[in-house]
C-alpha cells in the first residue's frame, strides 16, 4: 500500500508539474545539409568566411511572453571569402546579404560579428540570406579542415555519406 501511494503522488506531481519542453537538435552534419538543400527546390550558394553584421539587432526572447520571440529577425550583415566550386572554395564571395537568426519558441539562433563560417546560403530575389535556425544545421562557425573537405566532397559527387548513417 505503501508503494502504491508513493507513485500515487509521483503521478499526481507529474501531472501538475506539466510536460517538460525542451528543443533536441541533431549534431549539424556536412552531408546531411548539403543533401538535404541539394534535394530543395531552392538554390543554394556555400560560402567559407567571416559573417559581419550588428549583433546588438540578434533575437532575444521575451520569457515573460515566449509566444512574443520573433520567428526570424533579418539583420542586414555582409560575407566576405570564398564560394564552394567542384575545385573547392575556390570563387571570391564579397557580398551584402541577410542575416536571418530564427527563433523556435524560446530557441533562438545565435551567432558572433567578424567570426569564421562555412554558411549555406540561399540566393533569392537577387539577394543572399544565410537564415540559421536554433539547431545551427546551415552554418558551421570555427570549421576544422575536415569539415570543409566534406562540403567539397559533397559538391565533387564523392563520398556524401551523414554521420549518422556511416558504418
Excluded at 517538460?20 to 546531411?32: E, G, I, R
Excluded at 545539409?33 to 559581419?52: K, N, Q, S
Excluded at 571570391?92 to 536571418?100: C, H, I, V
Aim: glycine content about 8%; proline content about 8%; some cysteine.
Amino acid at each position: 500500500m505503501r508503494r502504491f501511494s508513493r507513485l500515487l503522488g509521483a503521478t499526481a506531481f507529474a501531472l501538475i508539474a506539466g510536460p517538460a519542453v525542451a528543443l533536441s537538435c541533431l549534431a549539424p552534419d556536412v552531408a546531411n545539409t548539403f543533401i538535404h538543400l541539394d534535394e530543395a527546390p531552392e538554390t543554394y550558394v556555400v560560402i567559407h568566411g567571416t559573417l559581419t553584421f550588428d549583433e546588438g539587432a540578434l533575437p532575444q526572447t521575451n520569457w515573460e511572453d515566449q509566444a512574443a520571440t520573433p520567428t526570424d529577425t533579418p539583420i542586414p550583415a555582409r560575407m566576405s571569402g570564398m564560394s564552394l566550386t567542384p575545385d573547392g572554395f575556390t570563387a571570391s564571395f564579397e557580398r551584402a546579404m541577410t542575416f536571418n537568426p530564427k527563433c523556435l519558441g524560446p530557441w533562438c539562433a545565435s551567432a558572433v560579428s567578424g567570426s569564421e563560417v562555412m554558411a549555406f546560403v540561399e540566393y533569392r530575389d537577387g539577394g543572399y540570406v544565410f537564415s540559421l535556425g536554433p539547431c545551427y544545421a546551415k552554418g558551421f562557425f570555427e570549421p576544422d579542415q575536415a569539415t570543409l573537405d566534406q562540403a567539397v566532397a559533397c559538391m565533387r559527387g564523392e563520398s556524401c555519406t551523414p554521420a549518422e548513417r556511416q558504418p
